[in-house]
């Protein structure tokens, strides 16, 4: 029989884990409290970068099992939760989720609820990609530029570009303007690209 671990997050530091603690402990799992893994970090942020969940992770082993009181324990977004759970399941760790009726999410009824989920998922990706790709359609139509924000002014731009063509090199440049030697390489590569258009 493998050793059972709870964890347990709450977002701020005014709330406790403690109804989570008590939830699971009502839900039949008796878990060693040195296996009560809390941890106050925000849902926003995808499970394996939570630092008290990684440190979880790098504890479990093959047949140990792993309760949380709701899935938004195990991730960010569906998309993260069928990521960890998947992780987990290929460690063989079991995870119990009591806010699905306790079932093993790993197990075949388990797996039928990380269908709907993985569903869930793809619904989110597929959204995300519509709405990221309306959004820079918008931005195109509206004349905005695109892509990342150069770290020189114009006149800036203008000066590396003229003293490129003088021979200056890329650490000079770079060094003198306090940039990485890439920014430098941007400026080129969007200044021969406007010549280009130009011709």
């Known amino acids: ?45 995808a499970a394996m970068e939570r630092e008290g969940f990684a440190r979880l992770v790098d504890r479990l082993e093959n047949g140990d099992v792993l309760v949380v009181t709701k899935l938004d324990r195990l991730g960010r977004n569906a998309m ?15 995870v119990h989720c ?24 793809e619904f989110e990706r597929d959204l995300l990609i519509e709405r990221t790709q309306a959004g820079l359609a918008r931005a195109r139509a509206a004349g905005k530029p695109l892509g990342r924000r150069s770290a020189l002014s114009h006149s800036q731009q203008a000066e590396v570009l003229k003293r490129r063509s003088e021979g200056a090199s890329l650490g000079e ?24 258009h130009s011709i």
């Open 1 to 45: 029989m493998g050793r059972v671990f709870a964890y347990c997050r709450v977002s701020t530091a005014d709330q406790t884990t403690d109804n989570q603690v008590q939830e699971i402990e009502r839900g039949g799992f008796a878990v060693d409290p040195r296996r009560v893994i809390t941890e106050t970090v925000s849902g926003s942020i």
């Open 173 to 196: 440049l770079a060094k003198a303007f306090g940039v990485s030697r890439a920014a430098i390489q941007r400026v080129e590569k969007r200044g021969l690209i406007g010549v280009t």
């Open 98 to 121: 009591l806010a699905l009726g306790g079932v093993d999410l790993t197990s075949p009824a388990g797996k039928m609820t990380m269908g709907v989920i993985a569903a869930v998922a």
């Open 80 to 94: 993260d939760v069928r990521s960890t759970v998947e992780e987990l399941a290929s460690a063989g760790v079991r």
